[in-house]
């Protein structure tokens, strides 16, 4: 089983900029497809971004060129680079871990446990 350990999340101001990072302490993260998804109360979880073997596939049009996959400061773990934040994209980010990239949280195996990230105006 792997797990996931999503960091980084926190308070900042609109316009600001975030790194979060998912580290898999014991697994060879590079193995799988790996998604991040956030979740706002009351709504669905939405999927976001996700790379795998065949490259990177942006779900939401509104993140392309604000959040981009990133290089993480530990050992088998990724990041999730947010630029331009905006009070909108306040929610509780996960990232997850599976065979191949798919919008369909279903095709995610191993899920960490969330950070905050709350955007200010």
């Known amino acids: 089983e792997v797990q996931l350990q999503a960091s980084g999340g926190g308070l900042v101001q609109a316009g600001g900029s975030l790194r979060l990072s998912c580290a898999a302490p014991r697994s060879r993260l590079n193995d799988y497809a790996v998604g991040w998804f956030r979740q706002v109360p009351g709504k669905e979880r939405e999927a976001l971004l996700c790379s795998d073997d065949d490259g990177v596939q942006v779900y939401v049009g509104s993140l392309k060129g604000r959040f981009t996959f990133a290089s993480a400061n530990v050992k088998n773990a990724v990041g999730l680079q947010m630029n331009s934040l905006e009070p909108e994209d306040t929610a509780v980010y996960y990232c997850?871990?599976?065979?191949?990239?798919?919008?369909?949280?279903?095709?995610?195996?191993?899920w960490g446990q969330g950070t905050q990230v709350t955007v200010s105006s």
């Open positions: 997850a871990a599976g065979h191949k990239c798919s919008s369909n949280e279903a095709y995610f195996w191993y």
